[in-house]
């Protein structure tokens, strides 16, 4: 067939068909326009979603009011105190506004299972709750200013201790002895501050070094009335749940004299001081 009897039989074509073969399926491109838009919303929350998993920790503290459930093979210190008490001798004092500048991160932390000893230190699995300066990983080794052997003020953490901590980056290992995303505390014993909830799920921090009075008067942080001795034994109640040990130790110091009774802070006024510092 050549080109001319082509478009003869061309003219036989029934124009509906023409017509329809010309028409563009605009409802089909809808349909899979649609689709991809969905798609990359879709990809778009999953993305925001990994994100916001990574970098987003409780603001609301009563999220931590329930006790942490300590499991059946949680590894506990072999002892709470060391074997000989140590006067403890600082190399630069601390208050807390000091302590929070000069840390890398300050943060809520949960002490998981014990570790071992390193030097001076113990160490512990702890998980990170809330973030107050800093950017730190979700789970870090925390290193505590006390071991078996020396003592202190405070006990040898344990697990389902939480606390609040002035931190700063670890690298300083031996050849028998290395821990990944390693935390020490600053001013050791003395800026230890246990979290814990009255009845109505308020938030405080108990400090069982006497000194730390000072420290908070020195950052302009108040503290809340220490000789309340109903607030005192619901505070200690609290602990018991985990750590009856540490509400022991509590509980020694509510009547001590002014500088060995325990200090109880207000987590709230703390964290208008770190808004402060921001």
Known sequence: MNGTELLDKMELIDAAYVESADAVPKRQNRIWIGWGVAAACLCLVIGAAVIIT?????????????????PDDAVMPPVREGSSQSET?????????????EADAVCI???GNWLSEFG???????????VYKGSIPDKIVLLQNENSKYHFTS????????LLVFLNSWDRWGENA????????????????????????????IALNGFAGSLGEEAGISLTNSRNVNLLNELDNYIKKTDSYLAEQIEK????DEFTRVRIYALSDFEEFFDSRN
């Open 109 to 111: 932390v949960t002490v």
């Open 178 to 205: 290395h821990y990944d995303n390693a935390y020490a505390m600053i001013g050791p014993d003395y800026t230890t501050l246990y979290l814990s909830y009255d009845n109505s799920k308020k938030a405080y921090l």
């Open 54 to 70: 990574k970098t987003i920790r409780p603001n609301d503290t009563t999220a931590f009011f329930d006790a942490v459930e300590i």
């Open 120 to 130: 001076m230190f113990t160490l512990f699995d702890a998980k990170v709750e809330k």
């Open 253 to 256: 110091r509510f009547d001590e």
């Open 155 to 162: 006990p040898i953490f344990s697990y389902g201790n939480r």
């Open 89 to 101: 001798q600082y190399r630069k004092l601390y208050n807390y506004a000091s302590a929070y500048d």
